[in-house]
């Protein structure tokens, strides 16, 4: 079972909390010697949902959105990124260099293009620029992909 993972990015420590404990819950729910979970690895949702894939017994892949695309990360998140990607067992690539706003989306579509499921934390609001979590549930919707959220109660974003 592949699963997928979208989300926002810069949430709060207490969000990132509640977060986590769900996705933790979320993963649970899958055999974990036959679950892949699929991510960008960026910062917030996308690694936590990689590490706990990971912590469970279960194995990831990385979808790659630009050559430059870890430069544009955090540099604090530098040393997660690069440990996650050796976790990898398969790196997927856009095959574009700057990392844009189209390159994450053309990532997010490779990533729901490989997977069963989709698991979004997401607060339902529209995207704060294209190809955000908004558009990534959008398009796993309109090409028939599964969607899971998760929206903690009491969770907020800035």
Known sequence: MRVG????????????KLVRAS?????KTYEP???CGVSCVADGPDTWFAESVLA???????????DQYRD???STHHVTYDALLRQAVEMHHTGMGESTSQ?????????????????????GEVARGFGGTADV??????????????WPDGATRD
């Open 103 to 123: 390159a994450h989306m053309a990532g997010s579509e490779i990533l729901v293009g490989l997977v069963d499921r989709l698991v979004a934390v997401w607060d």
């Open 137 to 150: 549930v959008a398009y796993a919707r309109r090409t028939g992909v599964p969607v899971d959220i998760i």
């Open 5 to 16: 993972i979208t989300g926002h990015r810069g949430l709060s420590a207490a969000v990132e």
């Open 72 to 74: 544009g990360l955090p």
């Open 23 to 27: 996705l933790d819950a979320e993963v």
């Open 56 to 66: 469970a017994g279960g194995r990831i892949e990385v979808v790659i959105p630009a």
């Open 33 to 35: 010697t036959e679950l």
